[in-house]
């Protein structure tokens, strides 16, 4: 009997679930590999935990950026070990749902599905990122009325209107949060002379950061080290440098909202008006982000109930109606 298995691999974390056994993995996107031997040393909050404490022979991976497969050998090796975790076997003839960003060439899609191949799938089907959200928020996609997603993860952002079982207008940028770190890191740098962890990146945009470039707090005291001299010491970031770093992607996505909105045809905008927008992903938890994008486009802007989690319930939801999905699966293997 085939196991069939969803997957969610996405530029910071990777979700992969069973129809028997639900959600088994939620982890960073991360694989450690001896690259003596060429094997899968550990993956997830494993690998994470090794950032920096390995002998130069294990090297710690992230294989995917901006939503497109960067090292095909190593996300072929990350599947695996997932699968391997999942107790699925080549003999067990998993067929595979996985999502994929709407903005994916079709090289880059071959690519995902040829890892998942490799690392032991019978068969792979790919659905796009926006549609898997929509089945997940339990929208009537393949009614003939207007939903609109937003699906605002670590490496890309897109936004999409779908009707009748497709997406009739969409926009996306290879732009996310971890461009939101990199910012704030950068300032860091530039402004203080410091650099700081990832963890300390994230705590600082969850606790001060304000889309709208409200004071949400004074300042955070971190534990930082000197680009001059190596030295750790401790450093004050005001919130007004957080937002200063965020600006410029917050602008991009909004914008990018905008024009998914404004290609929409009359009817389905009308749609839209009624039942508004619904913010998925892990970068839509970002404080007074929707208030900005409801204020910039006049739509009711909502963010899901545990948005980092709901493209993978729309892909467990796709492996319980395979038959019924077919038309969406295929759209999306182009």
Request: net charge negative.
């Amino acid at each position: 009997m085939a196991l069939d298995v969803a997957l969610d691999i996405g530029t910071s974390h990777t979700r992969l679930a069973t129809a028997q056994r639900g959600v088994m993995f939620n982890e960073p996107t991360l694989v450690a590999i001896d690259t003596n031997s060429g094997d899968v040393v550990e993956v997830g909050h494993n690998a994470l935990d090794m950032v920096g404490r390995t002998p130069r022979h294990v090297v710690v991976f992230r294989p995917l950026a901006q939503g497109a497969t960067v090292d095909f050998d190593v996300t072929a090796r990350l599947i695996a070990g997932l699968f391997d975790r999942a107790g699925v076997s080549k003999l067990s003839r998993a067929r595979v749902v996985m999502s994929v960003p709407s903005l994916a060439t079709a090289i880059e899609r071959r690519a995902l599905r040829q890892a998942a191949i490799q690392a032991g799938a019978r068969e792979v089907s790919l659905i796009e990122a926006p549609i898997a959200a929509a089945i997940g928020l339990g929208l009537p996609v393949q009614d003939p009325v207007g939903s609109a997603v937003t699906v605002l993860g670590a490496g890309a952002s897109e936004a999409a209107l779908i009707s009748l079982g497709g997406i009739v207008t969409s926009s996306a940028r290879r732009q996310g949060g971890n461009d939101v770190d990199a910012a704030i890191a950068s300032l860091l740098r530039l402004r203080q002379g410091v650099v700081v962890s990832p963890a300390t990146l994230e705590m600082l945009k969850m606790n001060l950061a304000s889309a709208l470039g409200r004071t949400r707090g004074t300042a955070e005291v971190i534990t930082a080290r000197t680009v001059d001299r190596g030295e750790l010491v401790e450093t004050e970031v005001s919130a007004e440098l957080v937002n200063a770093a965020l600006h410029d992607v917050v602008t991009a996505t909004v914008r990018m909202i905008q024009d998914c909105l404004g290609d929409a045809p009359p009817d389905l905008s009308q749609d839209v008006s009624a039942r508004g927008l619904t913010m998925v992903g892990g970068h839509a938890l970002l404080s007074d982000f929707a208030e900005l994008i409801a204020n910039s486009t006049g739509v009711e802007v909502t963010v899901a109930p545990n948005p980092d989690e709901v493209i993978i319930e729309g892909l467990q939801m796709c492996l319980e109606e395979m038959s019924s999905l077919h038309s969406l699966l295929r759209s999306a293997d182009r």
